[in-house]
């Protein structure tokens, strides 16, 4: 998986896609440790034995061939209390390596390697050598054992990521006889992986023809690496980025693409990979990371044993030397593709500055900027939001905006995207402005301490993949031999900062002065789209074809034809994965762990569900509105009304002072739609808006009463400010699609099959980027505008309104108060107003008094909507975008969550992607992505991500579908794959989110651990059982949907409809 480039402003970009297995979190946090935030699971045990037993670790102790040894100025057992962990550095005795091991009361453990990895062409050679090394290896030498050992572990994420100058690997998991396996299969790929030819040429590149058993069809590019980069690159936010990165630091390895560019990954021979490998993945280039509560003694004899014992040290020559600074600016331009669904076709240019920063190893100096950074550009009262985006220049700010620091020397960029190109020297000219009058002015001091508010509740705020942030947050300074303890010392450095700005008030304006004003080295880059861009793009791959091919001698082809039938004859073999370590479906945990719920009425009307929890002194709010009241016609425009609804202002606060508020005593609020599927029938459902929050416990009154003015007095009458944020969000939408085109075209292919899928893509499919276009580009958006209060009368009221806290024991009674104090302040609804739909149904929520043993307290009845007069059809659409690959979604209308034939279907479709798609749609199709899965609402989704391939894929759903119903699987295959479904099933919850599917979709523990028994009893027969009964033609309503460019077969057969 290739990293370049960010949507946001902070360290650790989502994980999207490729190779990951983990959850995403529902709060964005920033800056510094964003998305997965501190503190996870430390509530498992009262005592802190893990950091205990670290801090009785010595320097010059030895264990097993490594030494904790003294490294700078720094000792090498260190406490961090913020962080609750203490950190254990150390390096191997025999080969340099080092290690770093920080011990934390958590069950979910990660392991983490990398290399610095330096390309110095655009070959892609880190990149498809991270794939080619998961392959196969010395002891394992099975084909692909990555993608097997997802079916024979209960790991909670595996993946491999190539950055610009490192490449990782990481995974993490709450069994430690798992981690041991998985621990050995990543030490043996790393160090012993096999690099195949046959697997160069499936997962980087390859010459083969374009039906691989005749010789007389015209010979093709393929390759996975190669068309996954084809596929980044239809991002234009991507070709800034990484123009952007190339440009400002063009004298070593960042003036490359380090994951490849399409039109060079095919000059990379199988020679130059195992050469790379031998020269950059040795273990004194490497630097091993782990985390948890897991003995760090059994981690290092296992790694000395199994792996560094058999190696000398060597020196690397790897690092990468201090980018030259320039003694003058410089300006380039670039083109990209236009994009037809962003909002004016005539204003699609982006224009961005950079300036060069210090070393990110000056970890004190990379804090500052990147504070910097935040208060210059977050938010609607930083200085560049009011000057560049509410110029109204622009729709948003430029790709990259803000501090990068995943080079050795980091970089701030600014601008904007979605311009006029006659108005880009007017953005430069307001760019360089606004340097002057921060210099002049400085920062408000409500707005400083606002954002160090943020770092003390994020060092608070609990998730389950903290191991996975810390390692990808300490990985660029530690690749350019940075201290990793140092960087994790966020409170010292808080400390430091606000001792530097009482000695020196101008402590701020002096680095803006420095490092913008006065800073040659600064990079001007402008894109303008050319609507022959994606011809020519395919013009050059079909002119770099035609000099390989050329270049062949006739024996040359017929080897090419050969390899070509080998690889296929390889692809098509069954594997014996007998070699690889597994664990047993006895391994898992027969039970479902019960969270202890209460219930009760505030205001004696509006239930409440508690959950005590140890929470780390922060308090999660949460409340769900019904929308079954809510005309047709105003339900497009949900969506809209949840993402402006917290930024337009309130009561006596305006949206600048509202941002003010919401910064200072929350750690954000949000709201945002949602379609919630019922347990047991597929026509039913719920529908309504969830309002969460969360904040420090001494911060809890003023958070409510931000919600309470909210509630009583949204400002709807921001026209301008509304303006800038429907710019902003059409934007973003566009912008995401070819990041997660498959799930569009999933949401599309589900429309008609389901009452749930055709709400979903009025609130989150294609139909929702259109409407966006089109407000975004109207000339008079009042029309919209006044929408909104009319959707707040069906909304903002208590009315089939229910809440829910998560709090410590000690803070429910302050939590019970303040929820308290918010139904009164909000109170009901001025008129009855009578559901939309007639056919509205009453349903009790699972508790004490119907059978639920741990959820106390009245009863939760959940409005739900039946439409018995819903009839699902088939429907095909093809959406014509410039992509050179595809994304796509088959849909079936299956079985409920409380259906036994639900669980069937779960591990069905595990099952089909590990045993069929993924060989069929990525090592034979050359996709970088896909599978089946099956989702809560009983829709049955077979997928494929960055395609080269259509309708030869849905041929391959269609086979995976007949090899279902022949049963052509064994008892191992469906023991593997519930070991797959379990290592979901029981993901780690966070303290913040334990009750929740009980609060929003009414699933107690005890439906769960049916649900559960039932995961478990799935047979053999089962299965063939459930492919007949709903994935057979004529069995059960399909939808399809594509996105990606023109289709000559597609556009022959009138069953589809093209958009």
């Not at 011990?103 to 330096?118: G, H, I, K, M, P």
């Not at 690496?225 to 990484?242: A, C, P, R, Y």
């Not at 709807?716 to 070819?738: D, W």
């Not at 559901?835 to 008094?849: F, Q």
Request: charged share 20%.
């Amino acid at each position: 998986m290739w990293r370049c480039g960010r949507r946001l402003p902070c360290f650790l970009r989502r994980l999207n896609g490729g190779r990951t297995v983990v959850l995403q979190e529902q709060l964005t946090l920033v800056p510094f440790l964003p998305w997965i935030s501190a503190g996870p699971r430390a509530w498992r045990r009262t005592g802190t034995s893990a950091c205990e037993r670290a801090r009785q670790h010595e320097v010059g102790e030895q264990i097993h061939g490594f030494t904790v040894s003294q490294y700078f100025l720094f000792i090498q057992v260190t406490a961090i209390p913020e962080l609750s962990l203490t950190a254990v550095k150390l390096s191997h005795d025999s080969t340099g390596a080092e290690y770093l091991h920080l011990a934390r009361e958590d069950t979910n453990n990660l392991f983490s390697v990398q290399f610095r990895t330096t390309p110095m062409d655009s070959t892609g050679v880190p990149h498809v050598l991270e794939h080619t090394v998961l392959c196969g290896s010395r002891k394992y030498p099975c084909r692909d054992p990555f993608f097997k050992m997802l079916n024979r572990s209960l790991s909670t994420f595996m993946n491999a990521f190539t950055a610009s100058d490192y490449t990782l690997y990481p995974f993490s998991t709450q069994n430690p006889k798992d981690f041991q396996n998985l621990l050995s299969v990543y030490l043996d790929a790393a160090f012993f992986p096999c690099l195949r030819e046959l697997d160069f040429w499936q997962e980087g590149w390859r010459l083969e023809h374009e039906n691989p058993k005749d010789p007389q069809t015209p010979l093709t590019f393929k390759g996975v690496v190669f068309n996954e980069m084809k596929g980044v690159f239809t991002d234009n936010e991507k070709i800034f980025s990484q123009h952007l990165q190339n440009r400002l630091l063009p004298d070593h390895t960042y003036s490359v693409i380090s994951g490849g560019h399409p039109l060079c990954i095919p000059d990379l021979t199988w020679e130059q990979l195992k050469q790379f490998h031998a020269t950059h993945y040795h273990p004194s280039n490497a630097r091993f990371f782990t985390y948890g509560n897991f003995p760090l003694e059994q981690h290092l004899k296992q790694i000395h044993e199994e792996a560094l014992s058999k190696f000398e040290k060597i020196e690397p020559n790897t690092a990468v030397p201090a980018q030259k600074p320039w003694d003058k600016p410089r300006e380039f331009h670039i083109t990209c593709g236009p994009d037809s669904l962003a909002a004016g076709s005539s204003k699609q240019t982006t224009v961005g500055v950079s300036f060069l920063l210090p070393d990110i190893t000056d970890t004190f100096e990379a804090f500052t900027l990147n504070l910097l950074s935040s208060l210059l550009i977050s938010g609607p009262n930083s200085p560049f939001y009011k000057a560049l985006i509410e110029s109204g220049l622009g729709t948003d700010f430029s790709p990259d905006v803000g501090y990068n620091g995943y080079t050795r020397e980091a970089y701030f960029s600014v601008g904007l995207q979605g311009i006029a190109e006659q108005d880009t020297h007017a953005v430069r000219d307001i760019i360089d402005r606004t340097i002057e009058e921060v210099i002049e002015k400085g920062f408000e001091e409500d707005r400083i301490e606002a954002l160090l508010h943020k770092i003390e509740i994020q060092m608070k705020h609990q998730s389950v993949s903290f191991g996975l942030t810390l390692t990808s947050y300490i990985a660029s300074c530690w690749n350019h031999d940075g201290d990793p303890v140092e960087l994790l010392k966020l409170g010292s450095q808080v400390a430091r900062f606000r001792q530097c700005l009482k000695e020196n008030p101008q402590f701020l304006q002096e680095k803006v002065k420095q490092y913008f004003k006065n800073n040659p080295h600064k990079l001007t880059l402008s894109m303008t789209p050319d609507d022959k861009y994606p011809e020519k793009q395919a013009w050059m791959e079909t002119e770099k074809l035609k000099q390989k091919v050329d270049s062949l001698s006739p024996k040359d082809k017929q080897q090419i034809y050969e390899k070509g039938l080998e690889l296929q004859t390889q692809q098509s073999q069954p594997q014996d994965a007998s070699c690889l370590p597994a664990l047993k479906v006895s391994d898992i945990e027969p039970s479902v762990p019960l969270t202890e719920l209460e219930v009760a009425l505030a205001a004696g009307k509006t239930p409440v569900q508690y959950c005590a929890q140890p929470t780390n002194g922060v308090v999660y709010f949460r409340a769900f509105t019904s929308l079954h009241t809510l005309p047709e016609e105003l339900r497009p425009y949900v969506p809209l009304f949840c993402s402006v609804l917290t930024k337009l202002g309130c009561g006596l606060l305006d949206y600048r002072r509202q941002a003010q508020q919401i910064e200072l005593k929350t750690g954000g609020m949000a709201a945002s739609p949602h379609v919630l599927p019922d347990a047991a029938h597929l026509d039913t459902y719920e529908q309504g808006v969830l309002f969460s929050s969360f904040c420090l416990d001494r911060n809890l009154p003023d958070m409510m009463h931000l919600w309470s003015e909210i509630f009583n007095s949204p400002c709807f009458e921001e026209e301008e400010h509304f303006r800038v944020l429907v710019k902003m969000s059409a934007q973003e939408l566009s912008n995401g699609i070819p990041d997660s085109g498959h799930l569009y075209a999933s949401v599309r292919a589900t429309r008609t099959l389901t009452p749930t899928g055709d709400l979903q893509e009025t609130f989150s499919g294609m139909d929702q980027v259109r409407l966006m276009k089109r407000i975004a580009e109207m000339t008079d958006i009042r029309p919209v505008l006044r929408k909104l209060p009319h959707i707040q009368e069906h909304v903002l009221h208590c009315d089939n309104m229910r809440c829910s806290m998560n709090a410590t024991p000690q803070q429910m009674s302050l939590a019970e108060k303040a929820v308290e104090k918010f139904v009164r302040n909000v109170g009901q609804s001025k008129t009855e107003r009578k559901p939309v739909r007639l056919n509205v149904v009453e349903k009790p929520a699972p508790s004490g008094s119907n059978g639920s043993t741990h959820v106390s307290g009245p009863q939760v009845i959940r409005k739900l909507i039946t439409d018995p007069t819903f009839k699902p059809c088939q429907m095909k659409t093809h959406f014509l975008l410039p992509f050179p690959v595809n994304y796509m979604g088959e849909c079936i209308r299956t079985a409920p969550y409380a259906d036994p034939d639900h669980a069937s279907l779960k591990i069905l479709a595990r099952l089909m992607t590990a045993k069929f798609l993924h060989t069929e749609i990525r090592e034979k199709g050359g996709a970088y992505g896909g599978g089946a899965r099956l989702s809560r609402d009983g829709v049955f989704t077979l997928y494929s991500y960055r395609d080269p391939r259509s309708t030869e894929t849905l041929q391959s759903f269609s086979k995976a579908v007949d090899w279902a119903k022949a049963g052509r699987f064994t008892q191992q295959d469906i023991d593997e794959a519930k070991l797959s479904v379990f290592s979901v099933v029981d993901a780690p919850v966070a303290p913040s989110d334990r009750g929740l599917d009980h609060f929003l979709c009414g699933l107690s523990d005890e439906m769960k651990q049916v649900h559960r028994e039932q995961l478990f009893a799935v047979s053999h027969e089962d299965l063939i059982d459930v492919s007949n009964k709903y994935l057979g033609i004529g069995k059960s309503a399909h939808g399809l949907a594509l996105l990606g460019p023109e289709n000559a077969k597609i556009a022959k057969d009138p069953s589809w409809i093209i958009k």
